[in-house]
C-alpha cells in the first residue's frame, strides 16, 4: 500500500504539473494564436498531450501492483472464519465480564459502575462498521440479544457520520437500521421495529419495496394487538442462550465460600520434596486450597526457557481439539491453538520433565506422561468448564493403556494484561495468570475416582496473548508414588 501511494502520488504530481502548465498559457485571454510557438504549443497539446494523459495506464499498472501484492499474501491473511471468530470473542468478553458494549466500541474495558477491567496504554475505539460487523455475526445466527447491542452501537455511529463514507466500510446506516429493526422484530419488540424502519425509509431508501411491506406489517400487528403475541422465546428459537445472566452463571454453579478453618491451613513453603535435584534450590510453593488440592510453584521456569519452548511450538499450533465420545474435534467452547512436544525435541524440555518429576514425585517416564501440550490462547480465548480426567471408558485418554489422568501441571509462559484466569468452578475460585509458575492438582482422588471439585475453566483473554504448557501424568506407574489411602471415601 507505500509503494502504490507512492508511485500514485507521483503521478497525481506529474499530472498537477501538466495542468498548471495548460493553465498558465490560458491566462491572458488575449494572447493570439497569430504567435507560431503559442500555435505550435496548442496544436501539440490538443494532438497528442491530452491523449497521453487521458489514456495513460500508468494508473491502471500501479492498481495492478498492488493487487499482485494482495496476491502474493493472500494465504496468510485472515479468513472469513477468523473475522466471524473475532466477532464472536467480542461477544464472549462482552458476556463473561459483562462489558458495556458502548464502552467497548469506545476502546473502554468496563462494568456498569464499575472501574475499568482493563485500561490500554492506547485507546482505539470501533467504527460504525465494525460495531455492524460484530452485529451482523450474532444476526446470521439468530443471535438476537447480541445483535441488538451492536447494531444499536453501529446505528447511532452511523447517524454521527451521516452523510459521510469511508472508503474501507462495506455497510451503511440503511445496512444497521434494516437489520436492526428485524431482530427487534425477533426480539418482540413491534413498535421499536415499526419506528426503525420508518426512519430508514425517510433517510436511506424511500423507494425499498421490502422495508415499505415490513412497516405496513409491524402497523397492522400493533393495530390487532397481536404483537405482544411476538414474545421471544429464548430457549425455544435456534438453541439459543438465555438474556445475559452475571457472570459466574456463564460458568456453572458455585459452592460456597471455604470456611476459614479450611484456610488457615493454606501456606507458602521451599519444597524439595525429597529430591537431589531440588537441594540447591527448592520449589517456591503456594499452596492454593486443601479441598481440591492445588498448588502453585513460584518462578517454575526461566523467560529464556519460556521463550525456547514457544519457539519450538509455534510452528506446529493447530486449532485445538476436545475429546468427544471416542472421537476428538473442534468445539466453540475451546478456543486456542495447541501443539505436542517430545522430550527430545530440546534440552529445555527434557529438562524440564525432569523438573516436574522431582516436585511432584511422580514418574513421568513412557507411557506414564503425555507429551508436552503448549497452547496459545488469542483474542478471547478461552475454555470452558471441564476435567481434566476421563469420565468415561470410551475416553481416547484410555488408548495410552496407562490409566486416567492422576494429576495436572500448568505452566504459564506468558503474563497477560486481564482475563485468562483459571477458575475452578465448583470450587468457588480461580487462579491469575503467573508468568513462569506452574499450577498443579490432583484429578483423581486416592481411591482412584475423579475429583468432581476439579472441574475448571480458561476464562476468556480480555487483553494479552496468554501461552500455557500442560502436562497430564497418568495414574499408571504412580502406584508406590501415591498409594491407596487406608480410608475408601479418600
Same mark, same amino acid.
Given at each position: 500500500?507505500?509503494?502504490?501511494?507512492?508511485?500514485?502520488?507521483?503521478?497525481?504530481?506529474?499530472?498537477?504539473?501538466?495542468?498548471?502548465?495548460?493553465?498558465?498559457?490560458?491566462?491572458?485571454?488575449?494572447?493570439?494564436?497569430?504567435?507560431?510557438?503559442?500555435?505550435?504549443?496548442?496544436?501539440?497539446?490538443?494532438?497528442?498531450?491530452?491523449?497521453?494523459?487521458?489514456?495513460?495506464?500508468?494508473?491502471?499498472?500501479?492498481?495492478?501492483?498492488?493487487?499482485?501484492?494482495?496476491?502474493?499474501?493472500?494465504?496468510?491473511?485472515?479468513? +472469513?472464519?477468523?473475522?466471524?471468530?473475532?466477532?464472536?470473542?467480542?461477544?464472549?468478553?462482552?458476556?463473561?465480564?459483562?462489558?458495556?458494549?458502548?464502552?467497548?466500541?469506545?476502546?473502554?474495558?468496563?462494568?456498569?459502575?464499575?472501574?475499568?477491567?482493563?485500561? +490500554?496504554?492506547?485507546?482505539?475505539?470501533?467504527?460504525? /462498521?465494525?460495531?455492524?460487523?460484530?452485529?451482523?455475526?450474532?444476526?446470521?445466527?439468530?443471535?438476537?440479544?447480541?445483535?441488538?447491542?451492536?447494531?444499536?452501537?453501529?446505528?447511532?455511529?452511523?447517524?454521527?457520520?451521516?452523510?459521510?463514507?469511508?472508503?474501507? /466500510?462495506?455497510?451503511?446506516?440503511?445496512?444497521?437500521?434494516?437489520?436492526?429493526?428485524?431482530?427487534?422484530?425477533?426480539?418482540?419488540?413491534?413498535?421499536?421495529?415499526?419506528?426503525?424502519?420508518?426512519?430508514?425509509?425517510?433517510?436511506?431508501?424511500?423507494? @425499498?419495496?421490502?422495508?415499505?411491506?415490513?412497516?405496513?406489517?409491524?402497523?397492522?400487528?400493533?393495530?390487532?394487538?397481536?404483537?405482544?403475541?411476538?414474545?421471544?422465546?429464548?430457549?425455544?428459537?435456534?438453541?439459543?442462550?438465555?438474556?445475559?445472566?452475571?457472570?459466574?452463571?456463564?460458568?456453572?454453579?458455585?459452592?460456597?465460600? +471455604?470456611?476459614?478453618?479450611?484456610?488457615?491451613?493454606?501456606?507458602?513453603?521451599?519444597?524439595?520434596?525429597?529430591?537431589?535435584?531440588?537441594?540447591?534450590?527448592?520449589?517456591?510453593?503456594? *499452596?492454593?486450597?486443601?479441598?481440591?488440592? !492445588?498448588?502453585?510453584?513460584?518462578?517454575?521456569?526461566?523467560?529464556?526457557?519460556?521463550?525456547?519452548?514457544?519457539?519450538?511450538?509455534?510452528?506446529?499450533?493447530?486449532?485445538?481439539?476436545?475429546?468427544?465420545?471416542?472421537?476428538?474435534?473442534?468445539?466453540?467452547?475451546?478456543?486456542?491453538?495447541?501443539?505436542?512436544?517430545?522430550?527430545?525435541?530440546?534440552?529445555?524440555?527434557?529438562?524440564?520433565?525432569?523438573?516436574?518429576?522431582?516436585?511432584?514425585?511422580?514418574?513421568?517416564?513412557?507411557?506414564?506422561?503425555?507429551?508436552?501440550?503448549?497452547? @496459545?490462547?488469542?483474542?478471547?480465548?478461552?475454555?470452558?468448564?471441564?476435567?481434566?480426567?476421563?469420565?468415561?471408558?470410551?475416553?481416547?485418554?484410555?488408548?495410552?493403556?496407562?490409566?486416567?489422568?492422576?494429576?495436572?501441571? *500448568?505452566?504459564?509462559?506468558?503474563?497477560?494484561?486481564?482475563?485468562?484466569?483459571?477458575?475452578?468452578?465448583?470450587?468457588?475460585?480461580? !487462579?491469575?495468570?503467573?508468568? @513462569?509458575?506452574?499450577?498443579? %492438582?490432583?484429578?483423581?482422588?486416592?481411591?482412584? @475416582?475423579? /475429583?468432581?471439585?476439579?472441574?475448571?475453566?480458561?476464562?476468556?483473554?480480555?487483553?494479552?496473548?496468554?501461552? !500455557?504448557?500442560?502436562? %497430564?501424568?497418568?495414574?499408571?506407574?504412580?502406584?508406590?508414588?501415591?498409594?491407596?489411602?487406608?480410608?475408601?471415601?479418600?
Amino acid at each position: 500500500l507505500r509503494s502504490y501511494l507512492r508511485d500514485e502520488s507521483s503521478r497525481l504530481r506529474r499530472l498537477r504539473r501538466f495542468y498548471e502548465k495548460v493553465q498558465a498559457l490560458h491566462q491572458d485571454p488575449e494572447a493570439s494564436v497569430d504567435n507560431p510557438l503559442l500555435a505550435f504549443s496548442l496544436i501539440k497539446r490538443l494532438h497528442s498531450d491530452w491523449p497521453n494523459i487521458i489514456y495513460s495506464d500508468e494508473a491502471t499498472r500501479n492498481t495492478q501492483a498492488l493487487h499482485a501484492g494482495l496476491r502474493e499474501l493472500e494465504q496468510e491473511l485472515p479468513g +472469513p472464519e477468523d473475522l466471524d471468530g473475532a466477532a464472536r470473542a467480542l461477544m464472549r468478553l462482552q458476556d463473561v465480564y459483562a462489558l458495556s458494549v458502548k464502552g467497548l466500541a469506545s476502546g473502554v474495558f468496563q462494568r456498569a459502575g464499575h472501574p475499568p477491567l482493563y485500561r +490500554p496504554g492506547r485507546r482505539v475505539p470501533l467504527s460504525a /462498521d465494525d460495531c455492524f460487523h460484530v452485529g451482523k455475526v450474532a444476526y446470521d445466527t439468530g443471535d438476537y440479544y447480541h445483535s441488538i447491542a451492536w447494531l444499536e452501537e453501529a446505528a447511532s455511529l452511523f447517524r454521527l457520520s451521516y452523510g459521510t463514507w469511508n472508503l474501507e /466500510d462495506r455497510s451503511s446506516l440503511e445496512d444497521a437500521l434494516d437489520h436492526l429493526a428485524f431482530s427487534y422484530f425477533m426480539a418482540g419488540n413491534i413498535s421499536h421495529a415499526l419506528s426503525l424502519s420508518m426512519e430508514f425509509l425517510r433517510y436511506a431508501d424511500p423507494s @425499498n419495496q421490502r422495508v415499505s411491506r415490513n412497516v405496513a406489517k409491524y402497523k397492522k400487528l400493533l393495530e390487532t394487538g397481536t404483537g405482544t403475541r411476538h414474545r421471544w422465546d429464548w430457549q425455544g428459537c435456534h438453541g439459543l442462550p438465555p438474556p445475559l445472566s452475571p457472570p459466574h452463571a456463564l460458568l456453572g454453579p458455585f459452592s460456597p465460600q +471455604p470456611a476459614p478453618e479450611r484456610l488457615l491451613h493454606l501456606s507458602c513453603s521451599y519444597e524439595t520434596n525429597s529430591s537431589p535435584y531440588l537441594l540447591l534450590q527448592p520449589a517456591k510453593k503456594e *499452596m492454593v486450597r486443601i479441598q481440591p488440592y !492445588v498448588a502453585l510453584y513460584h518462578d517454575f521456569i526461566t523467560d529464556a526457557e519460556a521463550e525456547t519452548i514457544k519457539g519450538l511450538a509455534g510452528p506446529w499450533l493447530q486449532r485445538s481439539v476436545v475429546a468427544s465420545g471416542e472421537k476428538q474435534q473442534k468445539a466453540e467452547y475451546r478456543i486456542s491453538k495447541s501443539a505436542w512436544l517430545k522430550d527430545t525435541a530440546d534440552p529445555v524440555v527434557r529438562a524440564l520433565d525432569r523438573r516436574i518429576a522431582a516436585v511432584t514425585g511422580l514418574d513421568l517416564r513412557p507411557p506414564y506422561a503425555e507429551y508436552l501440550q503448549v497452547v @496459545n490462547y488469542g483474542l478471547g480465548g478461552h475454555y470452558e468448564p471441564h476435567f481434566d480426567h476421563a469420565t468415561s471408558m470410551k475416553s481416547p485418554l484410555y488408548r495410552m493403556k496407562s490409566g486416567n489422568r492422576i494429576a495436572t501441571i *500448568m505452566i504459564y509462559l506468558s503474563a497477560v494484561e486481564a482475563g485468562g484466569s483459571t477458575a475452578f468452578v465448583y470450587a468457588n475460585f480461580s !487462579v491469575p495468570v503467573v508468568k @513462569n509458575a506452574a499450577l498443579f %492438582w490432583w484429578n483423581l482422588r486416592r481411591n482412584g @475416582n475423579g /475429583d468432581g471439585d476439579t472441574l475448571h475453566a480458561g476464562c476468556p483473554v480480555l487483553a494479552g496473548d496468554k501461552w !500455557v504448557a500442560n502436562k %497430564w501424568i497418568h495414574e499408571h506407574g504412580q502406584e508406590f508414588r501415591r498409594p491407596c489411602s487406608a480410608d475408601p471415601q479418600d
